[in-house]
């Protein structure tokens, strides 16, 4: 038979959704390393005000050097991107510390499983503070995610309520984050890339005097000697992977919200919470019970009905 020659259009369409299969496979990769490192970190080194700052830190340097050595394109930026820019930063700086500090508390699924309820925030927020209505389905979808969270909460056998905050903080942190910076990338030229890199940037200068503040560097001091005495000197290379690995997992995650609908967003995002919850249970052993672990799938269910009836 005569092979049917593909037009141009098909052969664009399968070639874009190759590209994005592999901006997801290696954004949950390197998440799924931030996270395990994470925690080794957290748990031989509890100061999450620090090791966040590191992390933001770490992709500024980066990001700097790329652009120094023209590995990267620096950014045209004007003051109006900067102004747009903070609201964002001010966001994804709570959302960040907040999400850290519950997992110095707490297991990294858990934190996670929290985590997945994000779209309900989404909805309240844009229903109760913007005034935006949703089709019943959408709110129907909530019932599961609400019902799944506060199920997988109450069975946490090592449930902590700092730990259990942090992360709602860092649920509702982000939703005013993404929604800020839709507006902000809005008409701009500046790619997913180097949006992240900014946006870096400016969350440093906010976070920096907050950690000086909150726990400073006699504890810092202190505990650094310990972990190392504790750990050994690979103790160095774990907070070296888990600064850089967050940068990396962001801007890649930035880099393909470039191509895809935020809601694409965030089903990629929930995949990517179930390939943590999964790897991190069986990394750190965390116990769990049957009752428990239906809560997380109830949950994790309903993001999916939400973004199918948001559809
Ligand atoms: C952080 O430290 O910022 C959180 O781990 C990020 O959570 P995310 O999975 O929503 O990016």
């Known amino acids: 038979p005569v092979p049917v020659p593909e037009s141009e259009e098909v052969r664009s369409a399968s070639a874009q959704k190759v590209k994005i299969g592999i901006y997801f496979a290696t954004w949950w990769a390197l998440n799924v390393v931030f996270n395990i490192y994470n925690k080794k970190v957290l748990n031989a080194y509890p100061y999450p005000w620090l090791t966040s700052t590191l992390s933001l830190a770490a992709g500024s340097l980066m990001m700097l050097i790329s652009w ?146 909150v726990e400073g560097p006699q504890m810092w001091a202190a505990g650094w000697q310990k972990a190392l005495s504790e750990i050994g000197p690979q103790f160095i290379w774990w907070v070296a992977a888990q600064s850089v690995f967050y940068h990396l997992y962001n801007q890649v995650s930035y880099m393909s919200l470039d191509q895809i609908s935020p809601l694409t967003f965030s089903i990629g995002n929930t995949m990517k919470r179930i390939s943590v919850i999964v790897s991190s249970i069986i990394i750190f052993h965390t116990p769990v019970q049957p009752i428990n672990a239906l809560g997380a799938a109830i949950a994790i269910l309903g993001t999916f009905l939400y973004s199918q009836a948001k559809q």
């Not at 709570?94 to 909805?123: L, N, R, Y």
């Not at 019932?143 to 799944?148: A, D, L, R």
């Not at 984050?177 to 946006?199: E, H």
Request: with cysteine.
């Open 68 to 213: 120094a050595i023209r590995i990267a394109e620096p950014p045209k930026t004007d003051p109006d991107f900067w102004k747009a820019l903070l609201p964002v930063a001010v966001a994804h700086t709570i959302g960040h510390v907040a999400a850290t500090v519950s997992m110095s508390k707490v297991a990294v699924s858990f934190t996670h499983i929290i985590k997945s309820g994000e779209p309900a925030f989404s909805v309240l927020v844009s229903r109760f503070l913007l005034g935006e209505t949703f089709p019943v389905p959408v709110y129907l979808s909530l019932v599961p995610i609400i019902g799944g969270c506060a199920l997988a909460a109450v069975t946490e056998l090592n449930f902590n309520m700092i730990g259990f905050m942090g992360a709602m903080i860092s649920n509702l942190a982000f939703v005013f984050r993404n929604i800020f910076s839709k507006k902000g990338m809005k008409g701009k030229s500046v790619s997913g890339m180097n949006y992240y890199a900014c946006l870096s940037m400016l969350s440093l200068l906010i976070l920096t005097p907050f950690a000086f503040a």
